[in-house]
């Protein structure tokens, strides 16, 4: 199995850029695809996007495309999720997820292992 765990979130003006990384520890990196989700207050956690085991592919849903970008360093065990010009409707607790699957898997149940989440808030 493998352990997660995310940083990089915080406060940040509309148009503004943050980074997340989520770290992993235990079983190798790239035995995950590696997935990006968020969870607004009293919402579902939603599919933000997607990274194939080595970074050969992405995906993203479609009200991030253009603005997000995932990325990993498998030699580093770390993911990224890059996020720029960001909007107040972006503001949500983030989360990544390992999956030991392959193909574009997008509903939080097709993960097998998460992290706890780091908070994001963008002001307008």
């Known amino acids: 199995q493998v352990q997660l765990v995310e940083s990089g979130g915080g406060l940040v003006q509309a148009g503004g850029s943050l980074r997340l990384s989520c770290a992993a520890s235990g079983r190798t990196l790239s035995s995950y695809a590696m997935g990006w989700f968020r969870q607004a207050p009293g919402k579902e956690r939603l599919f933000v996007g997607r990274?194939?085991?080595?970074?050969?592919?992405?995906y993203y849903t479609d009200s991030v495309k253009g603005r997000f970008t995932v990325s990993r360093d498998n030699a580093k065990g770390t993911v990224y999720l890059q996020m720029n010009d960001l909007k107040p409707e972006d503001t949500a607790v983030y989360y990544c997820?390992?999956?030991?699957?392959?193909?574009?898997?997008?509903?939080?149940?097709?993960?097998?292992?998460w992290g706890q989440g780091t908070q994001v808030t963008v002001s307008s």
């Open positions: 990274i194939s085991r080595y970074g050969l592919s992405t």
């Open positions: 997820a390992a999956d030991g699957m392959g193909g574009v898997r997008i509903t939080a149940d097709k993960y097998d292992y």
